[in-house]
C-alpha cells in the first residue's frame, strides 16, 4: 500500500494524533464546533447529563464554540422563543466566545465569514450541510445533538475515517450555467446515497475556476449524496479568503490529496456543453437538464439560503431580472444569507430593485428552506427554490411541489412565472 | 427527565420474545419524512412521536415494540436528532433497513435505538410479523428467519458502556482522575 494519503486522512491523522487510514475508528480532537437553534437544545440538554456527576460543569472550551440563532429567528412561536432563552442562558453561563443572537445570518455563511473555519480543520456542526466548510479546505461534517452534547464536554468525538469519491470536473461552464448547476448534476449522476459515509473531493480546472462563493455551493450539497464532507484543496483564493479574516494564517502546502492517494472512485466531468439543472420532487438526485421542465407554471420563488444566499448569488438573479417585474400572480421571497451578506446587498442597490419587481426581502434566515418557519407553499403550490432540499413537506405541505435550481434559473423563472431557461431572458 | 430516554443500557434489542408488526418503507426515507421541519421545536420523544411520518403516511399508528423496515439510505437528509427521538417516542423498538444515512445512524445509536441492517428486507412486506433477537429476523408470517450485520467493535464499545452519554461522562470521570493523580 503506498504511503500516499487522501487530504482526509491527512486531517484525521492530525486530529487524532496518530497517522490513520480510511475506515480506522478513531477519537479525533475538534478544532471547531457549532451548534443552532434548532439542535442545540437537545446538546445542551444531553451536555448537562454527561457532566451531570461534575461539580465544575463547564464546555470544554468556550472559545472553540459558535452558538447562533439561524432557523427560526425572530422567534415565530413560543417554543422558539422557549428554545432560544435557554441558549442565551447557555452562551452567557458558559462564557461561549462567538454567540449570534438573531442578527447575524445563516451559520454555514457565518462560520466561514467570521473566520471561524480554517483550511486542514476538523469542525463539527449539528446540522447536516457543515460539510459547506470543505470549500475552504476543513473537514467539516455534521452530527447530531447528542454527538454535540459530548463534543461541547469533551471536545473530542469519534468518527470512522471516510473512503473518497474524487470528482473531477473539467472544461468551461457556459453563459448562465453555474457551481449549482454542477453539484445538481453530480448529485443526478451518483443518486442520493452514492456517496453515503464518504467524504467528496472535488478537482478540475471547473472547480478552482469558481470563487469561493460558488465553491460553497458545491461543498454545500455533498450531504445530498450521502457525503460525510465536501472538501475542495485550498488554493490561492482560498488562502485569499481565509487571509482576509484571519491576518496571521499561514497556508500549508501539504493540505492536498497526495498523488498516489487511495481514492473508492474517481468520477470525471467535462461541463462546457451542460444546461442549467434542476432537481424535480421529491428528491434531491431526481436531477434534468431544463429543457425537460421549462414551462412548468410556479406559485413561488425562493432565492436564499446557506446554498445560495450570498451576494454573489444575489447579484446573478439581479442580472438577470434586469429590471424586469416578477409575473402576475406569483410571489417571490429574497433572503440574503448573512447580515454582511445583506449589507452588501442593500449597498449595491439591489434590495431595492428586488423589491421594485415585486419580491419581498426579508432579514437573514434560513426562511422557508427547511418549512419550520414562514414562506410555506400550501397544498397544490409548486415552488422554485435556490435552496438545498425538495423532500416531500420540505417546505410546507406535502402536496406542494417543490424544484432546485441556481440563482440564475430561479430568477429568469420569477420574471416569466413559469420555470425559465435563464439563457433564454 | 429525558435523561432516561436518551440513553440505552445496551443496544441489543429487548424483550425478545415480543411480535413485532413490521411498518415497510422504501428507499431514501428523508428525517424531512419522519419529522417535519415545523416540529422542531419540540424535544419530547412522546409529543414528537405525535407527529411522525405525518404527511407521508398517516396511518403510521404503530403499537409499543413494533419496527420500522426499511430500503438503502434510510434516514438521510437533516441531522435532526428529533427524527430518531420521534421513532423511540412511538415505541418503535428497532430499524431494520438495507443501508442508514451516516447521521442518522450515529443518532440512533446515541440515543439508544437500535438500527439493524439487513440485506433481505425485500421478503418483508408492511404488517408481516417480526420476532427481532440480536442477530436475528424471524419472519413469523412467512415462517422466514433472516441475519442482520453485526455493528463494528469501536461501535459496540459504545454502547456497551449504556450510548455515547454514558461514554462520554466515563471518558471524564476519567480524565478528572488522572488529572488529579497528578
Same mark, same amino acid.
Given at each position: 500500500?503506498? *504511503? ?13 494524533? %496518530? ?17 443552532? +437553534?434548532? #439542535? ?41 422563543? %422557549? ?46 450541510? #457543515? ?20 463534543? $461541547? ?51 478540475? +480546472? ?45 497556508? +500549508?502546502?501539504?493540505?492536498?490529496? @497526495? ?43 425562493? $432565492?436564499?439560503?446557506? #446554498? ?13 431580472? @434586469? ?64 435552496? *438545498? ?31 425559465? +431557461?435563464?439563457?433564454?431572458? | ?9 445496551? =443496544? ?24 417535519? /421541519? ?9 409529543? =414528537?412521536?405525535?407527529?411522525? &411520518? ?36 412511538? /415505541? ?12 442518522? &445512524? ?20 408492511? /404488517?408481516?410479523? =417480526?420476532?427481532?433477537?440480536? /442477530? ?17 467493535? &469501536? =461501535? ?27
Amino acid at each position: 500500500m503506498s *504511503n500516499d494519503l487522501t487530504l482526509t486522512e491527512k486531517i484525521f491523522s492530525r486530529a487524532a494524533g %496518530k497517522p490513520v487510514r480510511a475506515g480506522d475508528f478513531v477519537m479525533a480532537s475538534i478544532d471547531r464546533a457549532m451548534t443552532h +437553534d434548532i #439542535t442545540g437544545p437537545l446538546a445542551v440538554e444531553g451536555f448537562y447529563e454527561i457532566m451531570r456527576d461534575e461539580k465544575e460543569k463547564k464546555v470544554w472550551d468556550p472559545d472553540k464554540i459558535v452558538i447562533l440563532f439561524d432557523h427560526q429567528v425572530p422567534a415565530d412561536s413560543l417554543n422558539a422563543a %422557549k428554545n432560544h432563552i435557554l441558549l442565551r442562558k447557555f452562551a452567557k453561563e458558559q462564557k461561549i466566545k462567538h454567540f449570534y443572537d438573531l442578527h447575524e445570518g445563516v451559520c454555514h455563511q457565518v462560520m466561514p465569514e467570521k473566520g471561524h473555519v480554517l483550511p486542514g480543520q476538523l469542525v463539527v456542526g449539528s446540522d447536516s450541510h #457543515t460539510c459547506a466548510y470543505g470549500a475552504l479546505g476543513a473537514f467539516g461534517t455534521g452530527i447530531g445533538s447528542t454527538d454535540m452534547a459530548a463534543v $461541547l464536554a469533551l471536545g473530542k468525538l469519534w468518527f470512522r475515517v471516510p473512503e473518497t469519491i474524487k470528482f473531477v470536473v473539467d472544461g468551461k461552464l457556459g453563459d448562465r450555467v453555474y457551481s449549482k448547476d454542477i453539484i445538481l448534476k453530480l448529485i443526478g449522476d451518483v443518486g442520493a446515497d452514492g456517496a453515503r459515509y464518504k467524504a467528496c473531493e472535488y478537482a478540475g +480546472d471547473a472547480v478552482h475556476k469558481l470563487d469561493m462563493s460558488q465553491r460553497m455551493t458545491i461543498s454545500n450539497m455533498a450531504i445530498e449524496m450521502g457525503g460525510k464532507a465536501g472538501l475542495i484543496e485550498p488554493d490561492k483564493k482560498t488562502d485569499a479568503y481565509v487571509k482576509e479574516r484571519n491576518p496571521k494564517y499561514k497556508p +500549508d502546502k501539504d493540505l492536498k490529496s @497526495d498523488k498516489k492517494a487511495v481514492y473508492s472512485e474517481v468520477r470525471e466531468y467535462d461541463i462546457s456543453d451542460m444546461p442549467p439543472q434542476v432537481a424535480c420532487p421529491h428528491n434531491v438526485d431526481n436531477v434534468v437538464d431544463i429543457g425537460k421542465v421549462e414551462g412548468k407554471k410556479i406559485d413561488q420563488v425562493f $432565492l436564499g439560503s446557506c #446554498t445560495n444566499g450570498r451576494f454573489e448569488d444575489l447579484k446573478i438573479a439581479a442580472k438577470v431580472m @434586469d429590471g424586469r417585474k416578477i409575473a402576475k400572480g406569483i410571489r417571490m421571497i429574497v433572503i440574503p444569507a448573512s447580515h454582511t451578506e445583506y449589507m452588501k446587498t442593500l449597498k449595491a442597490g439591489l434590495v431595492e430593485e428586488f423589491m421594485n419587481a415585486g419580491a419581498i426581502v426579508e432579514s437573514p434566515c434560513c426562511g422557508p428552506c427547511m418549512g419550520g418557519s414562514f414562506g410555506l407553499l400550501g397544498p397544490g403550490e409548486v415552488g422554485l427554490s435556490t435552496s *438545498n432540499r425538495n423532500f416531500k413537506g420540505r417546505q410546507g405541505s406535502p402536496e406542494a411541489l417543490v424544484y432546485l435550481c441556481s440563482p440564475a434559473t430561479a430568477a429568469a423563472s420569477a420574471v416569466k412565472g413559469k420555470i425559465t +431557461d435563464p439563457r433564454s431572458v | 427527565m429525558p435523561a432516561k430516554s436518551r440513553s440505552s443500557k445496551k =443496544l441489543v434489542v429487548e424483550n425478545r420474545k415480543e411480535l413485532s408488526r413490521a411498518w415497510k418503507f422504501g428507499d431514501d426515507i428523508d428525517t424531512d419524512a419522519i419529522i417535519p /421541519g415545523r416540529f422542531l421545536t419540540i424535544n419530547d420523544p412522546k409529543e =414528537l412521536a405525535k407527529h411522525a &411520518f405525518e404527511g407521508v403516511r398517516p396511518d403510521f399508528k404503530p403499537s409499543e415494540g413494533d419496527v420500522v423496515v426499511a430500503g438503502e439510505n434510510f434516514g438521510c437528509g437533516s441531522s435532526r436528532e428529533h427524527a430518531p427521538l420521534a421513532l423511540k417516542g412511538a /415505541g418503535i423498538k428497532c430499524v431494520i433497513a438495507k443501508s442508514f444515512a451516516r447521521i442518522f &445512524f450515529r443518532n440512533s445509536i446515541n440515543i439508544g435505538l437500535p438500527m439493524l441492517e439487513c440485506k433481505d428486507i425485500d421478503r418483508i412486506a408492511d /404488517g408481516d410479523i =417480526l420476532e427481532v433477537e440480536e /442477530g436475528l429476523i424471524r419472519n413469523m408470517t412467512k415462517n422466514e428467519t433472516y441475519h442482520t450485520t453485526p455493528l463494528p467493535e &469501536f =461501535l459496540e464499545e459504545i454502547v456497551d458502556s449504556g450510548g455515547l452519554i454514558e461514554y462520554a461522562r466515563a471518558l471524564i470521570a476519567k480524565e478528572h482522575k488522572a488529572k488529579k493523580n497528578k
